[in-house]
């Protein structure tokens, strides 16, 4: 990956997330809390059909381990959790943890003419993961930068692609 000074004041500026919880997402919480024996998520989302729970770096591991069971007990809902960064690029890589991600770039969209940040995949199959089904997770991901990300700077990208490196 090949930065420019510009790429790093983006990449490399310093988030935060702020929402108000609803009493369903208070319940996530407790269930959380709970499941996992006693770790707290830092940050819980649900957007669409998914529920993001952000843990500290620490507890992502061991926090993964009750996935399974936690996604057959929640059938209706799409289950992930997701290590809570401080910084953009590694909020990104959290995303997409199980995936090889080749590189990823600041492009402008030629027919708005705003910026996005691209995420080039080597294969095809793991870039259709990454979006999910109809597209269903891109969207998501997008939605949570729109919403529920506070960028220090206010410096931040329109839009997160999955691309395909041919």
């Not at 990956?1 to 990449?11: Q, R």
């Not at 702020?18 to 006693?38: D, I, P």
């Not at 770790?39 to 500290?56: A, D, M």
Request: hydrophobic share 40%; aromatic share 20%.
């Amino acid at each position: 990956m090949f930065y420019t000074i510009a790429d790093d004041l983006i990449f490399y500026q310093l988030l935060s997330f702020k929402k108000k919880y609803s009493n369903f997402e208070l319940k996530l919480r407790e269930y959380f809390y709970e499941k996992t024996q006693g770790i707290y998520p830092e940050f819980l989302l649900v957007v669409r059909q998914f529920i993001f729970f952000f843990v500290k770096k620490h507890n992502y591991f061991s926090t993964k381990v009750y996935l399974d069971s936690m996604r057959r007990e929640i059938g209706s809902r799409k289950i992930i959790i997701i290590r809570i960064e401080k910084t953009l690029i590694n909020l990104l890589f959290s995303f997409f943890p199980d995936l090889n991600i080749e590189n990823v770039k600041i492009e402008f969209d030629k027919k708005s003419g705003k910026r996005e940040i691209s995420i080039y995949f080597l294969f095809f199959e793991e870039r259709g993961i990454a979006i999910g089904r109809n597209g269903e997770y891109i969207r998501a991901v997008n939605e949570i930068f729109d919403r529920y990300v506070v960028f220090e700077n206010k410096y931040n990208p329109l839009k997160v692609n999955c691309k395909y490196k041919n």
